[in-house]
């Protein structure tokens, strides 16, 4: 079966900030509170998408959630108007009212895990949003993800939306950004790695919170019927370094692993499970070493949390990468030395998403892998596939519903909440999504 491996980014939102909201993501805590520019950071994101649209890759938009998150407030009990309970969240509750406005469903990596049809045990594509239940902003984000995936993902022949995992800390589960898969080519049979930080029923006390428990890993892997399942555990030095997710520090295509050597506890058993998991291909591992490239320097430069793409009539991949790679000495020498070499990666590509990667957000975060085959493709939702026009519509409307400067301050202000619910509202047009996409549009 031939498939190819089409992209779903989200859409950054009007409210994107810089709130340090979470605990063990390096970048998050050291912007926080700096002005933000969410539309540069909107435009960045559409420039990604159109670039990977013009290399010949399906490439989508998932659209941002509606933020401030007034429902949430509500259910904490904050009441009367929409821009009273606002106001009294800000004052009451601030940590609470940060987390309702973040524009966090921005990273897509995080949106849900996706099975291939090639895997599953009923020949769909399956999809399991992911809870994010560690932090109490991204919490917020599974019901909406999931209308979204469904919009986007809609034949009930050809695509499974699933239930987020229970929220509760045992089934904590962080989606695509903790599973590679690997494989001969993209409608073969792959190896799914499912890489988790700590087990659910033993105590943690790692400096900052293993985001994935191994049973969660296990579930979407049930859930979904998946064949070729490889769990790894995520190494504990790499989680106290800053690796929140494991794609901070590894990305994989096709037969190519490209990884630190601190992405996992045991890093030959890992190597071991995949080669015997692997079924008509032998998988290529690419480790760059800590000499070559301390974890903090791997972490600041996001070399590891790049897109790992095949292009349409190359053989050898292409890793996008974010222009902090590239300012970083030691990050760059690795890249220019993949380039050089006559491995797997073939050639190195740089990417401007200063905005996300101030969050901790890099160019793979940013985007969900869909594989698809053609059927399954075909019935994707075509208002939200990325073209020229679509571009150029985007741009457009945010130009028109973006501030080009956001602080903390600015979260509070009843007219922001105005502002971003007319974005939405014109985006629906757009994306043709109905008009009770968002919670707001339905009251
Ligand atoms: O979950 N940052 C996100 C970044 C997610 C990156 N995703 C992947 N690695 N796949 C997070 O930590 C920061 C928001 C703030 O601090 O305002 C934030 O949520």
Redesign the pocket.
């Known amino acids: 079966m031939t498939a190819v491996e089409a992209n779903a980014d989200g859409l950054i939102g009007p409210t994107h900030?810089?709130?340090?909201?979470?605990p063990g993501?390096l970048a998050?805590g050291r912007n926080?509170g700096d002005a933000s520019n969410p539309r540069a950071a909107v435009l960045q994101g559409l420039q990604k998408m159109k670039r990977l649209a013009d290399l010949g890759l399906p490439q989508f938009v998932l659209p941002p959630h509606e933020r401030p998150d007034i429902p949430f407030l509500r259910t904490l009990g904050f009441t009367g108007s929409d821009a009273r309970a606002l106001e009294q969240a800000w004052k009451d509750a601030p940590a609470f009212a940060a987390a309702a406005c973040?524009a966090?469903p921005m990273?897509a990596?995080?949106a849900a895990t996706v099975t291939p049809s090639a895997d599953s045990a009923d020949g769909r594509v399956h999809f399991t949003p992911a809870n994010l239940v560690t932090?109490l902003?991204?919490s917020l984000e599974h019901a909406q993800t999931k209308r979204s995936l469904q919009a986007l993902f809609q034949h009930p022949d050809h695509h499974a939306v699933h239930d987020a995992l229970p929220s509760v800390a045992h089934l904590a589960d962080e989606g695509a950004?903790n599973h590679v898969r690997l494989c001969a080519d993209h409608g073969e049979p792959g190896v799914n790695l499912l890489v988790w930080g700590r087990d659910a029923f033993q105590a943690w006390d790692g400096p900052f919170p293993a985001r994935q428990t191994r049973q969660a890993s296990e579930a979407v892997a049930r859930r979904h019927g998946a064949s070729g399942v490889v769990l790894a555990q995520q190494s504990r030095a790499a989680i106290a370094g800053g690796t929140?997710?494991n794609?901070?520090v590894c990305v994989g295509a096709l037969d190519t692993l490209f990884h630190h050597d601190l992405a996992f506890e045991d890093t030959a058993a890992t190597h071991a499970a995949i080669r015997a998991a692997a079924q008509g291909f032998e998988p290529i591992f690419v480790q760059v070493s800590s000499a070559d490239l301390p974890l903090a320097d791997a972490i600041s430069s996001y070399l590891f949390?790049s897109m790992l793409v095949r292009l349409p009539g190359e053989d050898r991949l292409t890793l996008i990468c974010p222009v902090e790679t590239q300012e970083n000495p030691r990050a760059h020498a690795v890249a220019q030395s993949l380039a050089a070499s006559n491995g797997s990666i073939g050639r190195v590509e740089y990417v401007d998403v200063r905005q996300s990667m101030r969050?901790?957000?890099g160019p793979?975060?940013l985007r969900l892998r869909v594989v698809l085959t053609e059927a399954e493709l075909d019935a994707v939702y075509d208002p939200m596939r990325m073209n020229d026009e679509l571009f150029g519509v985007l741009n457009d409307w945010a130009g028109e519903h973006y501030r080009d400067r956001l602080t903390a301050a600015d979260l509070a202000d009843p007219a922001l909440l105005v502002e971003t619910r007319s974005a939405l509202d014109s985006l629906t047009a757009i994306l043709d999504l109905g008009g009770s996409f968002y919670p707001f549009q339905r009251t």
């Open positions: 900030s810089y709130a340090g909201l979470s993501n998050s926080k973040s966090s990273w990596a995080n932090n902003h991204r950004a929140f997710h794609d901070v949390n969050n901790g957000g793979a975060c």
